[in-house]
């Protein structure tokens, strides 16, 4: 067997950095294994105003290289490679990729959750130049102009109302003639005079130049598109959680989250979750990275217990 680190962190985002750090502080030995580049989503978003410490914001690759550079101040490793496999049942947690398996005497699973896309066009080109899956992180760049939300949930209707409070015009987009969101948020909507909603209509377009400037609504029923004027497209139809490693070992709720309290810990001893992919109320950077700090914490005590 390989060296056995005392903590392996599954993932270099917000919350697995913030754990490594805490760890490797502590004196712990820590790898934090990643399949692309530190960050994680939080590295695709141009431009971030809600994390403490930046008032002028800070864009997501900065933020993300400058949290791995903090945990490997402290000690921690970082090792680039894709996992394809894990083992948690046993004592000492396995986490196997193409080229070699990595040991752990604990580990935090931090592979995040990625938002649901349209499947347009350039969307992927145009994230963050109009295209948006986040109302909390990026609603504040579109004040007094109007935006299109796409989605009939309880989090679409929130991140509608959201927008709503920044936003001259908010054009709710659902593709069926009800919305699936809970009575008391439908009441908040009601009450909200700036947004639209389009029943029973899709988004099958974006139009553009440098940016979104518009899409291309179709109306379910009647077959009809149009071409709606927009500054920007905000969609919420959901997330998927980065769990599919993890079916039949971690504990899963009927979303795909690994079931997992403010203590991070999960159905196995010596497992924890932290960020968006485990159950919470709120996803954000910043409880991401408060998850992280938990996780150490509760790793410190758990080795200290058990191991000699």
Known sequence: MNNVYDVLVLGGGPGGYTAAMYAARAGLSVAVVERLAAGGQMALTHE????PGFEDGVDGFT???KMQQGAERFGAQTIYGDVQAVDFLG???KLHTQEETYYGR?????????PRKLGLPMEWELTGKGVHYCAACDGMFYRGKTVVLVGGGNSAVADALTLSRVAKKV???HRRDTLRASKIYN?????????????NSEVKGLQ??????GVVLRNNISGEEELLACDGVFVSIGRNPATELFVGQLELDENGYIVAGESTTTNLPGVYAVGDVRTKAVRQIVTATADGAVAAH???EFLAANVA
């Not at 971030?48 to 994390?51: A, G, K, L, Q, S």
């Not at 604990?106 to 990625?114: D, Q, W």
């Not at 009441?187 to 029943?199: D, G, S, T, Y």
């Open 48 to 51: 971030i105003d809600n994390y």
């Open 63 to 65: 933020l993300g290289a």
């Open 91 to 93: 004592n000492v947690k």
């Open 106 to 114: 604990t580990v935090i699973v931090a592979t995040g959750a990625n």
């Open 171 to 173: 054009i709710m987009v």
């Open 187 to 199: 009441e908040a909507l009601n009450e909200a005079e700036n947004i639209e909603i389009r029943w």
């Open 208 to 213: 553009y130049a440098e940016r979104v400037n």
């Open 298 to 300: 509760e790793i410190e």
